[in-house]
């Protein structure tokens, strides 16, 4: 059954139509107009704005939330998984992201292990003095890229190849 609000909402077998009366969802917003069709979460606190998702009855397994300026207007992702855990940080001053970390501290950031099929490294930034492999030890490997050539493993002090 069809009810129109006035105000270009409908209501129809238990979905929510905003600008069409035929819902493909259980809530449907559309712009028939050239513009693109919006949805805002705004308060006018300086509090958090949530969307919450669910599967398996449990109503509330992941967020997205735009935080309040105690939090810097930070946008998260969560996972509850009896807790809320933070899963993904984009910062709003300075433009990180963050994976596993709230607190990037640079502009990609993964506190973890990470899996890279295919890493590829422009060598044409100027700024990018050598490409690191390193845990926090000083072991690993790093690259050089200069006019010189070098290879270091192991310690940064160990294993040097090439001059510097």
């Known amino acids: ?13 238990g979905a929510v139509g905003v600008g069409t009366d035929a819902p493909l969802a259980d809530f449907d917003v559309r712009d028939a107009g050239v513009d693109r069709a ?5 308060s006018e606190g300086d ?11 449990v109503a509330q397994r992941f ?12 946008l998260k992702i ?6 809320w855990d933070p899963m993904m940080t984009f910062d709003w001053a300075n433009g990180r992201v963050g994976v596993q970390t709230e607190t ?12 890279v ?9 100027d700024n990018i003095n050598y490409l ?19 290879i270091a493993m192991g310690n940064a002090t160990e294993y040097k190849y090439g001059p510097v």
């Open 47 to 57: 509090v958090p704005n949530d969307i919450f998702m669910g599967t398996n009855a």
């Open 1 to 13: 059954m069809l009810f129109r609000s006035r105000d270009g909402i409908y209501f129809n077998t």
């Open 104 to 115: 990037p501290s640079q502009v990609f950031h993964v506190n973890g292990t990470a899996r």
């Open 78 to 83: 969560y996972r509850n998984n009896g807790a």
């Open 117 to 125: 099929t295919n890493l590829h490294v422009d060598s044409n930034i």
């Open 63 to 74: 967020s997205i939330s735009a935080r309040g300026s105690t939090e810097g207007h930070d």
């Open 38 to 42: 919006q949805i805002q979460l705004y």
């Open 132 to 150: 690191d492999f390193q845990g926090a030890t000083g072991y690993g490997i790093r690259f050089w890229n200069s006019n010189s050539y070098a």
